[in-house]
């Protein structure tokens, strides 16, 4: 009563309230069908800035290259777009905004705004994408309108103890001998693929230990101390972002361990920042890297390198694998929207999840494993290549490693 | 013309003395300002709302936090972990006990004020940077409790992410995390009452005691006042109310993970009383909403700007970010210099000028 005796009260009262316009990047060609709107938040001036920048503008590229090209079915995608600072709240805020503005489908970013928004965008059936790639995100039971488009970080840290454990046992050691240090970010993020991680090596007889890296350390001596030479580790695996990483590589090499010890890297510390910060120590180490770095060629990073031509932007190679990581991730949603339209569907967030659900073996022209979504699994692939630092760049180190084709064969 | 501020209010009774407005002219602006809060939520759209409540939240904390460092002068780097508490507590209580949202804020709120307490045991012996050092310590205590405490794990069958998966609180059918009508309605609700018992506090005799701790504290020793004991009760005032600022957040929001406490809330939250005004109740609340909606502004300031074609949108994107920490910045710093007491002062300089208006002397 109280509630309805205001709003009469109220209504009298009202002047004007609306949603205020966003940033948008709208169509550049002159299109009469309808604009798709698609919302993003990227973190331009936080702490992880350094490698979202580049995945903001692979996005961002990669709709203005659609839109040029006739966008999906005809329809213009305008991405409303946002900085947030890597701040959950802020996240939040957008992703109220960009819905209630029209966005049918969402582009996170990072470990807290997709965790923090995982409950929500179930609830508003909105299908969601990021560049947190833990397991979890992947189960539809538990996530179940998240996708992932890049290997989730437990399956790349099994493919790169599968990749170490085939050269140490061509090596002629055993199994038995090797010995797994994770050095990790002490965070979700820096965990997620741990349990996973280490039920397979137990399941092969690797021992392993977990030595977090506390934030803002200006050095690892003492964890290297304990875990990896007392506790004579053979190899470490690093679950963090490149500059901490890098710190842990000089670490090791100034204390000359890095002829004994094989260091790899999951994905947010396998890229060209690495190599960069750990200069000549950055030799030799192992990468799990889901999106093909720009070092190999790949045919389905052509669009994105002509585009850049063509924009006159910066080359691929100074964009870094970050770019075409945000180029494909929005192309896999796109296919998925496409699909709806292209099987006369309305584009509403239960159709396109129902329909990226039928997504089988899509070709990102080899810059990632193809992507299959099922309604019982949203992990887009579970394979990558495994490269290693070679002369300073990163190149090849391993045939397609494909978890599914290997537990299926197990089967 | 009827003094809108008090100017030769002469009190006869006990009674007047103790009324927080007095005048006529003071209690029409508290109805002016009632009137706002009851319409904001019929006018605003869902977004404009949702700010609304962060800044009540950034409003609850600001007041928890000025009491400790604007009243009683003892300065807190540890209002992220304080918050953390809060809403991980009232989480916690939800999910493992089943406890009401109403009694689990309360309840969080007082384990947030218990610790608090424990965490203001060094101010006996440290002052200023020495004791922002120590509640340092409880920040990053805390930070990695939440990142690897099991309980927060056991929240969601899958311990692989650590975060806390939030139980639904209905309010009246109305989901708090859903409805941003139905979550204002409370939040709003628990500021009014932590505005008016925080600035009654400073009328009792611990308040006051907080204020002489901060303006002399050997001073105070020597009138009486037991300085160990009342500093740890403002810590744990301080801390009741941020906790409960944490649980509110807590109940907004559908996950809760140790992202949203860190370091640089606690430094935004300092940034908020300094802005607002150090030891004033309303200048908390001013400096919650300035820091909160300064960067909703600007954005809206630059993106009028792109309509007009001055600047293309993708400049605006690479632009946008960096003028917002700029303006930032230089709102600290053009308060330090032109009006260290905040904006609390600038409004009541602006009363000051029309008190007597049109015929100042």
């Known amino acids: 009563m109280f509630k309805r005796f205001l709003i009469i009260t109220v209504t009298l009262l009202i002047v004007f309230a609306g949603a205020t316009p966003r940033t948008s990047h709208e169509a550049t060609l002159a299109q009469d069908m309808e604009p798709i709107t698609v919302g993003a938040i990227f973190d331009l001036t936080g702490p992880t800035s350094d490698v979202s920048q580049f995945y903001a503008q692979g996005m961002l590229g990669y709709v203005d290259w659609l839109n040029a090209n006739g966008g999906i079915e005809g329809h213009p995608i305008e991405m409303i777009s946002q900085d947030y600072a890597y701040s959950v709240e802020t996240a939040e805020n957008l992703y109220v905004e960009f819905v209630n503005a029209g966005s049918v489908v969402f582009q996170g970013w990072g470990t807290g705004d997709t965790e923090a928004l995982r409950g929500r965008i179930a609830e508003d059936e909105i299908p969601f994408m990021s560049a947190s790639y833990s397991a979890t995100l992947g189960d539809p039971a538990e996530a179940p309108y998240n996708f992932l488009v890049g290997t989730s970080y437990s399956d790349q840290a099994i493919i790169l103890m599968q990749a170490m454990l085939d050269e140490w046992l061509d090596q002629g050691y055993a199994a038995e001998e090797m010995k797994v240090a994770f050095f990790h970010n002490d965070s979700p993020f820096g965990t997620s693929p741990l349990d996973d991680a280490e039920a397979w090596a137990a399941e092969h007889g690797i021992a392993t230990v977990r030595v977090p890296m506390p934030r803002g350390a200006t050095g690892f001596d003492a964890e290297i101390t304990t875990n990896v030479v007392e506790a004579e580790a053979t190899h470490i695996i690093i679950q963090n972002v490149s500059s901490p990483a890098a710190l842990l590589v000089r670490n090791l090499g100034d204390l000359g361990l890095l002829d004994f010890v094989q260091v790899g890297c999951l994905n947010w510390c396998a890229d060209e920042l690495l190599i960069n910060g750990a200069g000549d120590y950055a030799e030799g180490i192992m990468g799990a890297i889901p999106f093909a770095p720009t070092s190999v060629e ?15 932007g910066p080359s691929l190679a100074e964009s870094t694998l970050h770019y075409t990581q945000g180029w494909v991730t929005m192309a896999v949603m796109a296919e998925g929207m496409r699909l709806t339209l292209a099987n006369g569907e309305e584009l509403t967030g239960p159709n396109i999840k129902a329909n990226l659900e039928t997504l089988a073996e899509f070709d990102t022209g080899g810059v990632t494993a193809p992507i299959t979504f099922t309604a019982e699994d949203h992990r887009g692939n579970r394979a990558l290549h495994v490269y290693r630092v070679e002369d300073g760049v990163w190149v090849e180190a391993s045939d397609l490693i494909d978890l599914r084709e290997m537990e299926m064969d197990m089967e | 013309m009827m003094a809108t501020t008090q100017c030769g209010v002469f009190h006869e009774s006990y009674r007047s003395d103790m009324q927080l407005r007095p005048t006529t002219w003071q209690r029409l602006r508290v109805v002016v300002v009632f009137a706002f809060i009851i319409i904001l939520p019929f006018v605003a759209s869902a977004q404009n709302l949702r700010i609304a409540n962060t800044v009540v939240i950034a409003a609850i904390g600001a007041i928890g936090l000025n009491i400790l460092v604007g009243y009683t002068g003892q300065i807190s780097l540890g209002q992220g972990a304080f918050l953390a508490v809060g809403a991980y507590s009232t989480g916690l209580l939800m999910h493992y006990y089943e406890l009401p949202w109403p009694i689990a804020l309360v309840l969080g709120a007082l384990i947030t004020a218990m610790f608090g307490a424990v965490f203001g045991i060094p101010s006996l012996r440290l002052k200023g940077l020495y004791l922002a050092v120590a509640t340092l310590a409880a920040q990053q205590i805390v930070g990695w409790f939440v990142r690897n405490w099991d309980p927060i794990d056991g929240t969601k069958a899958d311990g692989a992410a650590r975060e806390l998966s939030m139980p639904r609180a209905l309010f009246f059918g109305d989901k708090l995390n859903d409805s941003e009508f139905a979550f204002y309605v409370v939040g709003m609700i628990a500021l009014v009452i932590v505005a008016v018992v925080a600035t009654n506090l400073f009328r009792t005799h611990i308040g006051r005691a907080f204020v002489a701790i901060r303006d002399q504290d050997i001073a105070a020793e020597v009138m009486g006042v037991n300085v160990f004991q009342y500093k740890l009760v403002a810590f744990a005032t301080s801390s009741f109310f941020v906790g409960l600022a944490g649980g509110l957040t807590a109940v907004h929001s559908t996950n809760i993970s140790f992202e949203r406490f860190t370091i640089d809330v606690s430094i935004e939250y300092l940034a908020m009383i300094i ?24 954005r809206d300031v630059g993106l009028w700007i792109a309509d007009q074609g001055w600047l293309a949108s993708g400049q605006l994107d690479q632009y946008l970010p960096f003028a917002e920490d700029a303006a930032f910045g230089l709102a600290i710093i053009l308060t330090l210099i032109f009006e260290p007491e905040g904006i609390v002062k600038l409004w009541s300089d602006l009363k000051a000028y029309f008190r007597l208006w049109p015929f100042s002397y």
């Open chain 2, 275 to 298: 802005i607002g005004g150090l030891g004033s109740i309303s200048g908390s609340i001013y400096g919650a909403a300035f820091v909160k909606l300064l960067p909703e502004i600007l």
């Open chain 1, 298 to 312: 790949r045919e389905g990073q052509a669009d994105a390198i002509a585009w850049l031509d063509e924009t006159d």
